[in-house]
């Protein structure tokens, strides 16, 4: 006899990436930023530690969206903050989906949303992406029982992204509400938050873990209408942003030429990856993310990826059933990638 959930039982659980504790690894498979944070998110979070932590947080968070509502001309009221953008996924999954109903995600994609179906006891329905990224009317086809489709974009692992045009189409088919998650979204030319006025169904996820180098401080937000966010208000914990957390984020995006500096040298380190990988004969998908997805046609990769990390170089390896393999590789400094790529050249 078992304790548990039947649902929890049988899934296998959801597993984040390697982060080693001990010895000195380059760490490029959980596609954090290579570089230290603004330095007004440390002052912030000392000043509030100094002030004292005796009292509970702003349930809402307000200071940060206020600061998120100015920069990126929002509505403060269209905004909820989360413990990381994981807690506004799994917060919308609560919310929306129930038992034996479905949600819906591409494939290959961001392997935690089919943990939060599952967790809920509903189905996960994978609509494969077309072979150069594209997604079919499939993703939008009615579903006896659909609650919630999620859309990263741009997408992990590919790094591509669907154009707004296409989201908002797909979106005005779909019975039920779209989560995009925008966690790469500092990395790319365009992204959706103009259309989450467009239609109440679109809804856009954001991090601070990636774009603003915070992925240790764990803050993400929600933008989608305030009829929405009234509802998953309800279904959160009650302090899910802790005082830390809030003056830490609040003060990183109103640094915004950090932001416009620290994407500009990622972006610039990824073009360079690119045309390096593809030189080693990698099939490098061109990505709007800070990594990049990189299948090889001829030579096999997991083998790449076991040398590397006992090189003490930590590289992403992926294996999708019915896509085949490769290596997600997180655009570190200049002097990373250097390092992965000289080693990847001697064993290749
Ligand atoms: C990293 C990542 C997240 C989670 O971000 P946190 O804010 O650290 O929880 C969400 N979605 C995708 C696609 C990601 O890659």
Not at 70 to 97: E, K, Y
Not at 184 to 198: H, I, K, M, P, R
């Amino acid at each position: 006899m078992s304790y548990f959930r039947p649902e929890i039982e049988r899934m296998a659980g959801y597993v984040p990436g390697e982060q080693p504790q001990a010895g000195k690894f380059i760490k490029l498979n959980t596609n954090e930023n290579p570089y230290p944070p603004s330095p007004a998110v440390a002052r912030a979070i000392a000043a509030v530690a100094e002030g004292g932590l005796a009292r509970y947080p702003d349930p809402t968070g307000t200071a940060f969206r206020r600061r998120a509502g100015d920069v990126l001309s929002v509505d403060p009221d269209w905004i909820l903050c989360g413990n990381g953008s994981d807690d506004i996924l799994t917060i919308v999954t609560r919310a929306l989906v129930g038992q034996r109903e479905w949600l819906r995600l591409p494939y290959p994609s961001y392997i935690l949303y089919k943990t939060l179906a599952h967790l809920q006891g509903a189905g996960a329905e994978e609509v494969f992406f077309e072979t150069d990224w594209s997604l079919s009317d499939k993703f939008a086809a009615p579903l006896d029982g659909l609650k919630l489709a999620f859309l990263p974009n741009p997408n992990s692992p590919s790094g591509t992204m669907l154009p707004p045009e296409r989201i908002l189409e797909l979106a005005d088919r779909l019975p039920c509400p779209l989560l995009v998650d925008e966690a790469y979204g500092d990395f790319a030319e365009t992204n959706c938050l103009s259309l989450v006025a467009q239609n109440e169904k679109i809804m856009v996820s954001r991090s601070l873990s990636k774009s603003y180098a915070l992925a240790g401080l764990r803050f993400g937000f929600l933008v989608a209408q305030p009829q929405m966010i009234e509802q998953f208000r309800k279904v959160k914990d009650s302090y899910n942003v802790d005082a830390l957390s809030i003056a830490g984020a609040t003060a990183a995006i109103d640094d915004t030429a950090w932001l416009a500096d620290n994407t500009a040298k990622v972006i610039a380190t990824r073009t360079r990856l690119a045309a390096a990988m593809r030189a080693l004969g990698f099939a490098t998908v061109d990505s709007q993310a800070n990594f990049l997805w990189n299948p090889h046609p001829s030579v096999p990769v997991k083998p790449l990826y076991e040398q590397l990390k006992a090189r003490q170089i930590l590289v992403r390896y992926m294996d999708y059933e019915g896509w085949g393999d490769g290596l997600r590789i997180s655009v570190g400094t200049d002097a990373q990638i250097d390092a992965c790529l000289t080693l990847l050249k001697s064993i290749i």
